[in-house]
């Protein structure tokens, strides 16, 4: 394996093992809570210790695939009896499909909600490390919520007992962002004639976008959800930094697995931007070498101001002379 190549697997790996460490540090109960505090009507201006109770079970990272048909899985219990659910089983495979970050059920602050009469919502978490080029962010936030909606059939409801479809969230946070932001895009209803009243719930599709920019903001009231995950995705500061912000602003406790977590991201983000920085100034280095040889210096002569080899500047030439031709 060439060194371009290996160093190419090189980055692939850390970037997958860095996009783990994401999802695994946003899953986090206490960090999820943070962020329905902030996001999902129920629990707004409840204290997030509390939410912490209402996520059922044990979020699923990367296990759920998105595509249609796939979302569940179905066997039977003991009595014979029919169950569906999550498909969070052999992820392997189904290597390659597009699967859901993070996604787990809620729990209403009360089972008597008269809003909509659902106890239970379902929340999907997408981590993007800044807004995609090659597709509209909100068109794949509609498909995924769509997504969420559709899955439930045989699993949160059967036949055609549509209103026990739950509520759904599909939640995008985007880094690298020119200003921090947060919209909640959801169904309206305008009457075009006499208004009617249709039986339903207009508030089963949700998507939020949060905009979160690479500047930390201040510890307010309007910015705290920003700078909790702010702080926590930084490429920027250190893994101790991170900690003490998030232990004694946020009051949230920091297990070892926590630690550890944030200790490897640190550690791999340092990494990839390192070898990025490499990879630019490779790029750069062969720029000016080859600029030279078009301007007809010797190739002893453009050893001597890139400081390198007469055999390097010779293989970067040959490697790009049928370009140049």
Known sequence: ??????????????????DTRVKRLLAQKIILAHILVKTVDEFKGMKPEDVVKYIEGEPSISVVPVEPGLANMEKTDAAGQRIVGLNTENAEINEGLVRFDIIFYVRMPSVDDTKNGLSQIIVNIEAQKDEPTEYKILNRAIFYVSRLISSQKERDFVNTNYDDIKQVFSIWICMNM????????????DEMLKPCNWKGNLDLLNIVLIGITNEIPEHDEKYEMHRLI???????LKEQEKLDIIEHEYNIPISQEFREDVRIMCNLSTGIEERATERAT?????????????????LDQIADVAETGVDEVEAIIKKKEPAMA
């Open 230 to 236: 702010g702080t926590l995705l930084s490429g920027e």
């Open 282 to 298: 490779e790029k750069t280095s062969e720029k000016f070498i080859l600029n030279m040889y078009k301007k007809g210096y010797t």
């Open 178 to 189: 020119d200003d921090n932001s947060l919209s909640h895009i959801h169904l309206t209803k």
């Open 1 to 18: 394996m060439n060194t371009e190549i290996a160093n190419a697997v090189n980055a692939a790996g850390d970037k997958a093992q860095y």
